[in-house]
């Protein structure tokens, strides 16, 4: 029910968007969050919106990663700036869903150094 767009490969410093097209529901109702998965490493919590526009953001991307909500498209975006060779992973979308979570197929996004 997620579908994932955007990242690739970028040099460090540069800038990739991520968007996540959900159901309405999903994106109206639901906190809706990015995880990311580095091989080798535990799948990390990186930002969350919560219905009300509140925002979270793990400590290693705070001032370079911008989540956001656009209702009207039906999609969650992440913005993400000044990129690190670290940021290298499998990103997910995810919403937490009526009873349990949803998740979108995953994308890679690449930093060289």
């Known amino acids: 029910q997620l579908v994932q767009s955007g990242g690739g490969l970028v040099r460090s410093g540069g800038s990739l968007r991520l968007s996540c097209k959900a159901p309405?529901?999903?994106?109206?109702?639901?906190?809706m969050a990015w995880y990311r998965q580095a091989p080798g490493k535990e799948r990390e919590m990186v930002a969350t919106?919560?219905?009300?526009?509140?925002?979270y953001y793990v400590d290693s991307v705070k001032g370079r990663f911008t989540i956001a909500r656009d209702t009207r498209e039906n999609t969650v975006s992440l913005q993400m700036d000044n990129l690190k060779p670290e940021d290298s992973a499998v990103y997910y979308c995810c919403s937490a869903g009526p009873s349990s979570p949803f998740w979108g197929q995953g994308t890679q996004v690449t930093v060289s150094s």
């Open positions: 919106i919560g219905t009300g526009g509140e925002t």
């Open positions: 309405y529901t999903l994106i109206k109702l639901f906190l």
